[in-house]
């Protein structure tokens, strides 16, 4: 499945927590010239903003990673 002459690799990273690994994350993927996904809660957003803004002004994805999701009926239907 994609393109068979190139390999591609997303790399996702749930961010509800700061543990301190999240600058040397940043690091490596830096020197290595690798974008990720970073999925984060509004808790990662509110209590590390600085490292938030580094990874967008670094060219990441940011994605919202709820604590909670709700889910019903027949179609499906996403709240959160």
Do not use: W
Not at 1 to 29: F, Q, S
Not at 30 to 41: C, G, R
Request: with cysteine; aromatic share 10%.
């Amino acid at each position: 499945m994609g393109n068979n002459e190139k390999t591609y690799i997303y790399l996702t990273y749930d961010r509800g927590y700061e543990a301190g690994y999240t600058e040397k994350i940043l690091e490596v993927l830096k020197q290595n010239e690798v974008k990720a996904t970073f999925l984060i809660t509004g808790h990662y957003l509110n209590s590390k903003p600085d490292l938030v803004k580094r990874m967008i002004y670094e060219g990441h994805i940011i994605g919202n990673h709820t604590p909670k999701c709700l889910m019903s009926g027949n179609d499906i239907k996403i709240k959160c």
